[in-house]
C-alpha cells in the first residue's frame, strides 16, 4: 500500500468552504481521477484519507494537509496534477510527496497566519500588539459545545508582529490606496483549546479597544513543526522528501544490459 501526502490550498472565496465540504469535493476528485484507492473495512467502506488540522471556515490557507493510501503506486506529481485538475479552482492541489515516515500530524504544531486588517491604521495596530505582547495573560471568550469558555489567547501565541511590506503576502494592488491597512504576522501554537486568529483578535480588542470596522481577512501561511532554536515553523513534508532522496542515492544503478 502506498501513502501519498498532499499540501492544498483555500483560496478567495473558497475560504468560506467548511471542511465537510472539501471532504465531498476532494472524494469526487478521487473518482474523476480514477485514483485506485485503499477502502476502510466494515459495512460502509470509505476511501482512506487522513485529514490534519483543517483550517477554520472563513479563513484562507496555502497549508492544509492531508494523506491518502493507494492500492497500486502511483507518480506522486502525475498524482497531484490529476487531481487539481479535478478540484475547483481555489482548492489547489499544489503539493504532493510519498510517505516515508509516520507521524505527519504529529509534526504539525504551529501555524503562521496573516491577519489583515482593513480600515485600521499601522499607529493604532502597533499600539494594539505591543500592549498585547506586554500582557501575561489575555482572556477571551468562545462559544464551544458545552456552553462559553474563557481561556487565556496570550500563552500559545509565539509571536505577534507588523511585518514588513516586502513581507505580506496579500496583493498591494488589491488594497486602495486611502484606505488604511494593517497586516499582522501571527505565529501560534496548536494547544488545547486551540487558540486561533479570531481569538486572538478578541484579544487585541480586550487589551487596547482594537475593532476593526469590516471583519479580517485571515491566511494561514504555513504549518509544521516549530523550531525552538529558531523560532520558525518548519516544511511538515521535508522529512519525507529527504527520506525519498535518500532512497534514490542507495538505490544500485540499475545493470546496462550486455550487447549480444
Known amino acids: 500500500m502506498q501513502r501519498i501526502r498532499l499540501r ?12 465537510r465540504d472539501f471532504q465531498r469535493a476532494f472524494e469526487r476528485a478521487l473518482r474523476r481521477a480514477e485514483v485506485p484507492m485503499a477502502y476502510s473495512a466494515g459495512f460502509t467502506p470509505h476511501p482512506k484519507v487522513s485529514y490534519a488540522n483543517a483550517a477554520p471556515t472563513g479563513t484562507g490557507s496555502e497549508a492544509e494537509y492531508l494523506e491518502i493510501a ?4 502511483r507518480d506522486p506529481e502525475q498524482l497531484r496534477a490529476l487531481l487539481d485538475e479535478s478540484m475547483p479552482a481555489g482548492l489547489d492541489i499544489v ?14 504544531t504551529a501555524s503562521v497566519w496573516e491577519l489583515r486588517l482593513d480600515g485600521v491604521s499601522q499607529e493604532d495596530a502597533r499600539r494594539a500588539v505591543d500592549a498585547f505582547n506586554a500582557a501575561e495573560t489575555v482572556e477571551v471568550q468562545r462559544l464551544m459545545k458545552n456552553g462559553v469558555r474563557t481561556f487565556d ?4 501565541v509565539v509571536s505577534l508582529e507588523i511585518p514588513g511590506l516586502t513581507e505580506t503576502q496579500s496583493s498591494q494592488a488589491d488594497r486602495p490606496t486611502d484606505q488604511p491597512c494593517a497586516i499582522l504576522r501571527l505565529v501560534v501554537r496548536h494547544v488545547t483549546p486551540a487558540v486561533r486568529p479570531d481569538d486572538v483578535l478578541s484579544g487585541l480588542r480586550a487589551v487596547a479597544d482594537l475593532a476593526p470596522p469590516v471583519p479580517a481577512a485571515v491566511t494561514r501561511l504555513a504549518q509544521g513543526l516549530f523550531d525552538e532554536e529558531t523560532g520558525t515553523v518548519t516544511d511538515p513534508l521535508a ?8 532512497r534514490s542515492t542507495a538505490e544500485p544503478p540499475a545493470a546496462a544490459t550486455a550487447p549480444a
Open 8 to 19: 492544498y490550498t483555500k483560496r478567495g472565496r473558497l475560504r468560506f468552504t467548511s471542511h
Open 70 to 73: 493507494l492500492t497500486a503506486p
Open 95 to 108: 503539493e504532493a510527496v510519498e510517505a516515508h515516515t509516520s507521524g505527519l500530524a504529529d509534526r504539525l
Open 153 to 156: 489567547a496570550r500563552s500559545a
Open 239 to 246: 522529512p519525507d522528501r529527504e527520506a525519498a532522496q535518500a
